[in-house]
């Protein structure tokens, strides 16, 4: 991530490894930090993103949250816990919408972490939507009731991304800063940053 006007590049896309519905995901990402961060200012960098090692092809938006969270990880500068899977739609004002398939990816991401041995601190973060979707194995449901194990139900960006990072994600004040040292004020600030560092590039040397 630098200074820079092209925006988010969509790596699968670029590779031809991406379908319409993951495309139409990433630019409504674009749509998000515009929306979040925009306020009198373009938005002024350039990002990649990519499923690193996948060559099969990419297909659907259930990550296009988790794609929001990796960037405000990387404006803000605060790692994600890693033991965390997240899936969920994003639209352009933050909100998590429903996806899929929503049993066999909790249950997929369980095994994973039974094979690597629970700690108490896995999970995955789904939809307050998909809520009345969950039918799980009770091996699931036995480790969710013990705590071995989370299910963590959202319904914005700004729950999401706190539970990843344990940090406040932040709100606007009355001259429409975001509250300092949250989330939000560190992805803020980074990106006031990149503005000038463009604007003052654009201008080019004093002669």
């Known amino acids: 991530m630098n200074p820079g006007t092209t925006g ?25 930090l515009r929306e979040r961060f ?25 990550a296009s949250s988790t794609e929001v969270y990796a960037l405000l990880s990387a404006l803000s500068g605060l790692p994600v816990r890693q033991g965390v899977a997240v ?4 639209d352009q004002k933050g909100d998590i919408q429903p996806v899929g398939r929503i ?19 896995q999970g995955v973060i789904v939809p307050v939507a ?13 480790a969710v ?12 960006v700004q729950e999401g991304i706190e539970i990843l990072t344990g940090s406040p994600a932040g709100e606007r004040d009355a001259s429409g800063r975001y509250t300092e040292g949250s989330i939000f004020r560190l ?21």
Request: glycine share 12%; charged share 30%; hydrophobic share 35%.
């Open 8 to 32: 988010i590049i969509n790596i699968e896309r670029e590779a031809e490894l991406s379908g319409r519905s993951h495309t139409k995901g990433v630019l409504i990402i674009a749509g998000f």
């Open 87 to 90: 899936t969920g739609s994003v």
């Open 145 to 156: 009731r013990r705590r071995k194990f989370h299910i963590y139900p959202v319904s914005t």
């Open 187 to 207: 992805a803020d600030d980074r990106l006031s940053r990149y503005h000038e560092i463009l604007r003052d590039y654009l201008k080019g040397p004093a002669l």
């Open 130 to 142: 998909n809520l009345r979707d969950l039918m799980l194995d009770q091996e699931v449901v036995e």
């Open 38 to 62: 925009g306020g009198g200012r373009p938005i002024t960098l350039t990002s990649s993103i990519a499923f690193e090692q996948s060559y099969g092809g990419v297909e659907g938006d259930s």
């Open 103 to 121: 049993n066999d990816k909790i249950e997929g991401f369980f095994k994973v972490c039974s094979l690597k041995g629970l700690t108490g601190d």
